[in-house]
């Protein structure tokens, strides 16, 4: 399912026209962006939890000529699946 498939289905059972839908879509990313982006956690009841991870620098190695690279520490985005939506999907 990508962007386009989610807006016709939040238009179909919600019975708004495809252009709020897509408002309230980028609305809800937007608004998840938002507190991720200012390290505040996003818990939906039921769907799942949005997190920042800081991920440490650490030394890697390029796979084509076996050269120690250094990468940077970073904020990464994390995803932990609610017990309904567990359930949902086994």
Known sequence: MNKNDL???VAGSTG???ADAA???D???DAI???LSNKQEVRL???GTFSVAHRKASTGRNPRTGEAI???ASNQP???AGKALKTAVN
Do not use: D, E, M, N
Request: net charge positive.
């Open 78 to 80: 994390k995803f932990k």
């Open 33 to 35: 962006t938002a507190s």
């Open 45 to 47: 009841v039921g769907f």
């Open 23 to 25: 408002k309230a879509v």
């Open 27 to 29: 609305g809800v990313v």
């Open 7 to 9: 807006v016709a289905a």
């Open 70 to 72: 250094q990468i940077k």
């Open 16 to 18: 708004l026209s495809k």
